[in-house]
């Protein structure tokens, strides 16, 4: 199947700082990602789509000018935590689309996930 | 919208015991159906699928059939081993093709 990676796997940050999370899809060119949150021992919660070329669409109740999204090429979006606080540790990942393996994109291939530590 | 419930976990079996973890979903028209696990501290994998009804996915021992009288899409193996221990999450997708997951059960299973 198609392969997600994140960039880095975890980090941990003083509050206030900025940090930026990778996503990849390395075999396959993925017009659309999505990334998650994912809170201990819960589901996975939508955050935005990205959208090569164009401008990421947010979730309701998703701020857009804290979790700062770029599609910069068919293989990478990046995910940009700005000015981070404790309260945004958690888990995120990135899932992309494959459209090329003969299917019709709707199946969804996660990267491993980011573990992010605001002290 | 489209909603999805999965059986409440943890799920805890002994190696090769038989495992059912129940879904159903609520959507309109015609989803795909997916099962994913999620092994300790990394992300999602695509563990099986089905696009249609009456089709069977199929993985890894794993299966799951695409049951549309009854919306339900069941997981299944005939004998689990210790290395199955993990959260599996149940998921639909419609014709937006964004996944509607379930909140996951925890399988645990001891030697």
């Known amino acids: 199947g198609a392969v997600v990676s994140q960039h880095p796997s975890r980090v941990i940050c003083k509050s206030g700082t900025s940090v930026k999370i990778e996503c990849r899809s390395l075999?396959?060119?993925?017009?659309?990602m999505f990334w998650y949150r994912q809170f201990p021992k819960q589901s996975l919660m939508l955050m935005a789509t990205s959208n090569e070329g164009s401008k990421a669409t947010y979730e309701q109740g998703v701020e857009k000018d804290k979790f700062l999204i770029n599609h910069a090429s068919l293989t990478l979006s990046t995910l940009t935590v700005t000015s981070a606080h404790p309260e945004d540790s958690s888990f995120y990942i990135c899932?992309?689309?494959?459209?090329?393996?003969?299917?019709?994109?709707?199946?969804?291939?996660f990267g491993p996930g980011t573990r992010l530590l605001v002290l | 919208g489209d909603s999805v419930t999965q059986m409440e976990g943890p799920v805890t079996l002994s190696e090769e015991a038989f495992l059912t973890i129940n879904c159903t979903y609520t959507?309109?028209?015609?989803?795909?159906l997916f099962w994913y696990v999620q092994y300790p501290g990394e992300g999602l994998q695509l563990l099986l699928k089905a696009t249609k009804a009456d089709d069977k996915g199929s993985n890894k021992g794993f299966e799951a059939t695409y049951r549309k009288e009854t919306t339900s899409f069941h997981l299944e193996k005939g004998s689990v081993q210790v290395s199955d221990s993990a959260v599996y999450f149940c998921?639909?997708?419609?014709?937006?093709?964004?996944?509607?997951f379930g909140r996951g059960t925890s399988l645990i299973v001891h030697p």
């Open positions: 075999d396959f060119q993925a017009t659309t």
């Open positions: 998921a639909i997708s419609g014709g937006s093709y964004i996944p509607t």
């Open positions: 899932s992309a689309r494959d459209f090329t393996s003969g299917g019709k994109g709707e199946t969804q291939y």
């Open positions: 959507a309109t028209g015609y989803p795909s």
